[in-house]
């Protein structure tokens, strides 16, 4: 049962294992972001963090750091730890060998393999075990959501990503949109590319820019899986993003309107193409999600266009929207917003953010809402 810190100086202690837990974004999918901090006698003897999916658990990380004995110390983990063999071997049997006496957990683990097993494990190793909640919970959890989306429901989490223009606009009614954000937020929106697991467009997006949808950033730890929803299968084999595979994976999300020469042609040509079924997009939207969780996919920045995140959004699949807002305006009646779709017949039916931030970069506004918490 969660409780209510004791001291500020615990909470000290596991706002630091987030911390060093946030060192790994975007490089230990399909795992969690994990920290931890041992202390004894008042004293850090030993800290660390989970690098990458088949290295050491933080929770390892710490105790192979630690300067002295960890017997009798404390650990404080952002994550509950685990109790099973994966690529590693389970983190409770490491604090029980180590003789920790106490274990401080900042959030839950929701998956099947977890959720509170090692926290009994340890207590009934005699080891005290507390599991907090308050504002240092809640910042461990929203640290780690693609995971627990997907721990919960078998689908990524969604991040919409747009640009639009001060009266609403994310192209002229010629449709140009070169470019309505500036070069400061363009890099910003590559390194979200490199932290998430997917990177998602329509088949209108692909044909009219020919993206190769890859992270342009120094020192990049890998390119996100490139995704095209693409009813009728219309990608061109000779496409960049096809031709480029050596680079990054492709999937093409199809619907039962793409013929078979079609998904066979772009099967051949390497892209790992998936057929989903449904009564309308938004319902082969959430399908695409499923089939896309089932292959690890657990964060996925969808990028465009209106009508894409239209299917999304009626799909009740959004779960995070970044907005840049450029300081021009565009004007004009056939000029596009940044999402289609049914939409809401009621404002007071249409999704409200649970949480906003707002940052200026360059000349743009970045406006981060957050709409669902996992």
């Given at each position: 049962m969660a409780q209510t810190l004791g001291t500020e100086r615990d909470a000290g202690h596991l706002r630091r294992a987030i911390e060093l837990a946030r060192e790994a974004r975007g490089m230990t999918s399909p795992n969690p972001l994990v920290g931890a901090v041992i202390v004894k006698d008042g004293r850090v003897i030993g800290e660390g963090f989970h690098a990458a999916a088949g290295l050491p658990h933080a929770e390892r990380v710490a105790l192979g750091a630690c300067s002295q004995d960890p017997a009798g110390a404390t650990m404080y983990v952002s994550l509950e730890p685990c109790c099973h063999t994966g690529r590693t071997p389970p983190c409770t049997d490491a604090i029980v060998e180590a003789r920790i006496k106490r274990v401080v957990v900042a959030s839950d683990d929701p998956s099947d393999e977890a959720s509170g097993r090692g926290l009994g494990i340890l207590r009934d190793e005699g080891i005290s075990v507390e599991m907090v909640d308050g504002d240092v919970a809640a910042a461990a959890r929203l640290i780690n959501q693609p995971f627990r989306k997907?721990?919960?429901?078998?689908?990524?989490?969604?991040?919409?990503?747009?640009?639009?223009?001060?009266?609403?606009?994310?192209?002229?009614?010629?449709?140009?949109?070169?470019?309505?954000?500036?070069?400061?937020?363009?890099?910003?929106?590559?390194?979200?590319?490199?932290?998430?697991?997917?990177?998602?467009?329509g088949i209108g997006t692909a044909l009219a820019d020919d993206p190769l949808l890859t992270a342009r950033v120094e020192a990049v730890p890998r390119q996100p899986r490139r995704v095209i929803f693409d009813s009728e299968g219309r990608l061109p084999l000779r496409s960049s993003l096809l031709r480029s595979l050596d680079e990054a994976p492709v999937i093409v999300i199809c619907s039962r309107a793409a013929s078979r020469t079609r998904t066979q042609a772009l099967s051949s040509a390497g892209a790992d193409v998936i057929t989903v079924a449904g009564e309308n997009e938004a319902a082969r939207v959430r399908a695409a999600l499923h089939e896309l969780g089932s292959r690890d996919v657990q964060s996925l920045l969808l990028e465009g266009g209106p009508h894409l995140a239209g299917a999304f959004l009626d799909a009740g699949e959004v779960d995070e929207m970044r907005v840049f807002i450029a300081p021009i305006v565009a004007g004009g009646r056939q000029a596009r917003s940044p999402i289609e779709g049914q939409g809401f017949q009621l404002i007071g039916a249409a999704r409200r953010a649970l949480a906003r931030e707002v940052e200026e970069i360059g000349d743009d506004a970045l406006i981060t809402a957050r709409l669902t918490e996992w």
């Open positions: 997907h721990a919960r429901t078998g689908r990524p989490l969604v991040v919409m990503k747009t640009a639009m223009t001060l009266d609403g606009k994310v192209a002229t009614s010629t449709g140009d949109s070169r470019w309505i954000s500036g070069e400061a937020s363009r890099a910003r929106a590559h390194r979200w590319r490199a932290e998430l697991d997917a990177v998602a467009v």
